[in-house]
């Protein structure tokens, strides 16, 4: 190999080094974009949620509905006394009196061992 083919060659991978890290870095560039816009569709689609309270089992579980779907939520960081409890039937008309027939917002933060979700429910105006 020659001088002048050397150079080039070398001209040649440095330019290719370049155009790849330029690749990569707008690679990474969009992924980051793209990560962005579906953290904020969540928001934004987890924000626009509501449902709506068709029951309240107890002082602390409600029934919502949402597109024809029912799902049993457990008030997060409540806990309540059961109905047949001294002060249960009063748990679940307070409970009632807050939350029944209200579209609600919830924030959910997995599910307990009867495969209830566990939730924080927003109350509109709230």
Known sequence: MGTRTT??????????????????????????IILFLLLLSLCLYAGEL????????????IEVLHNRHSERIRLSGIDCPEKGQAFGQKAKHTASDLAFGKEVTIQTHGHDK?????GDVILPGA
Do not use: Q
């Open 114 to 118: 009867y495969k209830r979700t566990i």
């Open 7 to 32: 150079h080039s060659f070398l001209n040649a991978r440095i330019s290719i080094a370049r155009k790849a890290a330029y690749v990569k870095s707008a690679g990474v560039e969009t992924a980051h």
């Open 50 to 61: 509501s449902w709506h309270v068709i029951s309240v089992l107890d002082g602390d579980t």
